[in-house]
């Protein structure tokens, strides 16, 4: 059976907390070593000195939302809005296969 004291919880690290790791990641040479010392994985302290790095001042944005252009945000609301489109196709194709049955019910014969 399952307990739910032997799940992990999700450890959170606000903005500060990053930053202050890369800047002693960058002035250290043991980043194992580090790692340990914060009780955090090597491979989570080489991930956020890429994302520092890739996006500059937009990394870290906090609550797991996406760093987005505008571009990126007008593709992901004209997909969303394509799903919606789709569904509702689904939706009308299936009730006319339902209306338009030959069974008696929705004829004058």
Request: glycine share 4%; aromatic share 6%; proline share 1%.
């Amino acid at each position: 059976m399952l307990n739910l004291t032997d799940m992990k919880t999700r450890r959170k690290f606000d903005r500060e907390f990053k930053q202050m790791v890369i800047e002693l990641s960058q002035n250290r040479k043991d980043i194992a070593a580090l790692a340990s010392e914060l009780a955090i994985g090597v491979d989570l302290i080489y991930r956020w000195r890429r994302e520092a790095t890739n996006h500059q001042d937009a990394s870290f944005p906090g609550q797991g939302n996406k760093i987005l252009t505008e571009e990126q945000k007008e593709i992901e609301r004209l997909k969303k809005e394509l799903r919606d489109a789709q569904i509702e196709r689904d939706i009308l194709k299936k009730a006319v296969s339902i209306f338009s049955r030959n069974d008696g019910k929705y004829s004058n014969s």
